[in-house]
């Protein structure tokens, strides 16, 4: 049955465009696919944060400063890691600044994301790692869609593969290894990507539920070790040009300083924060509107975080013993 199945498999086509004409706008698939991405998380963060007792859609006046600094940030990153694209001999600088033509970097984004992101919630007084352990399942899924992009532009695939699922590439695509003959199938690294994201995204969403002390940007570091854990694996077998370091490629090498980065996160502020967060506000910040019996949390317990002096708990000032026997 299994080897039936394969082999009604045969390959994967990749789309034969990659943009569209409406009007004087050209419009390319890859931003859609982005765009759509964002919109999905957007909505999703706002659920999550809004279950935790913040104001709905507040997560607007923060991503207003986060994506315009993450496209920014996978911009740089990008250009940064392919110098020769743009700065080699007979390259075009100008070319640094056509991103619609592709070149974006999810860790570069994540960067100038989290710069961005720290900016809105002092601005609108979220916490930063409560609206981080929010977004982290929308990250995924957003990359997820943004992968599509990628299958349109015929592009970051992986190595020559003869498996049943292998990816269809035109023969006249710039990135077509030469020296390969045509009919040549590779590895859909964007496929493995997608899968990988969306699988993610539903474990963070069932640890996010079933271990409510995953709070303190501890969900979010979880993000970063799945996610990087599974991009050392795609990065490995990709052959787009890129940098590479004592053997490996760059992104190989951002995914592993994740990997620690994530767990450094993880250990430190459970340490740090061994309780749960006493609210979705940073102290003396908070929601007017809130309703009634909303706590930080997703259960009907009302938990303070035992990291820091529960209010009440200050030592009373000592009364007389006249005022005693009065």
């Known amino acids: 049955m299994m080897n039936a199945a394969l082999q009604v498999i045969s390959s994967?086509?990749?789309?034969?465009?990659?943009?569209?004409?409406?009007?004087?706008?050209?419009?390319?698939?890859?931003?859609?696919?982005?765009?759509?991405?964002?919109?999905?998380a957007a909505f999703l963060t706002n659920a999550r944060l809004t279950k935790r007792g913040a104001e709905p859609w507040i997560v607007i006046d923060i991503i207003l400063l986060a994506i315009p600094l993450a496209i920014i940030g996978a911009r740089i990153f990008h250009v940064l890691t392919h110098p020769a694209f743009y700065f080699g001999p007979g390259a075009d600088f100008f070319a640094v600044f056509r991103i619609w033509e592709g070149g974006i970097a999810i860790y570069g984004a994540l960067i100038g994301g989290a710069v961005g992101a720290w900016l809105g919630c002092r601005w609108s007084g979220i916490r930063f790692w409560t609206f981080a352990d929010a977004l982290a399942p929308g990250m995924l899924i957003a990359q997820a869609l943004g992968r599509f992009g990628n299958w349109f532009n015929q592009e970051l695939f992986g190595l020559p593969t003869t498996l049943p699922w292998g990816l269809e590439i035109d023969r006249d695509?710039?990135?077509?290894?030469?020296?390969?003959?045509?009919?040549?199938?590779?590895?859909?690294t964007f496929l493995y990507e997608v899968i990988w994201n969306l699988l993610g995204a539903a474990v963070l969403l069932w640890a996010g539920q079933k271990f409510i002390r995953l709070q303190w940007g501890r969900l979010f570091a979880l993000y970063l070790i799945w996610y990087s854990a599974g991009r050392v694996v795609w990065e490995s077998i990709r052959i787009d040009p890129t940098e590479i370091f004592l053997g490996l490629r760059v992104?190989?090498?951002?995914?592993?300083?994740?990997?620690?980065?994530?767990?450094?996160?993880?250990?430190?502020?459970?340490?740090?924060?061994?309780?749960?967060?006493?609210?979705?506000?940073?102290?003396?910040?908070?929601?007017?509107?809130?309703?009634?019996?909303?706590?930080?949390?997703?259960?009907?317990?009302?938990?303070?975080?035992v990291s820091e002096p529960p209010a009440g708990a200050l030592k009373a000032p000592a009364t007389s013993k006249a005022a005693i026997t009065k």
Request: proline share 13%.
């Open 12 to 40: 994967i086509p990749s789309p034969d465009i990659s943009y569209f004409d409406i009007g004087p706008l050209r419009v390319y698939i890859y931003a859609l696919c982005i765009i759509v991405g964002i919109i999905v």
């Open 173 to 188: 695509n710039p990135a077509w290894p030469p020296g390969l003959p045509s009919g040549t199938l590779f590895h859909p």
């Open 251 to 305: 992104n190989v090498w951002w995914s592993i300083f994740s990997i620690v980065l994530g767990l450094v996160i993880f250990v430190v502020q459970k340490k740090r924060h061994p309780g749960l967060e006493p609210s979705p506000y940073r102290p003396g910040r908070g929601w007017e509107g809130a309703p009634a019996g909303v706590h930080s949390q997703n259960s009907e317990s009302d938990f303070v975080d």
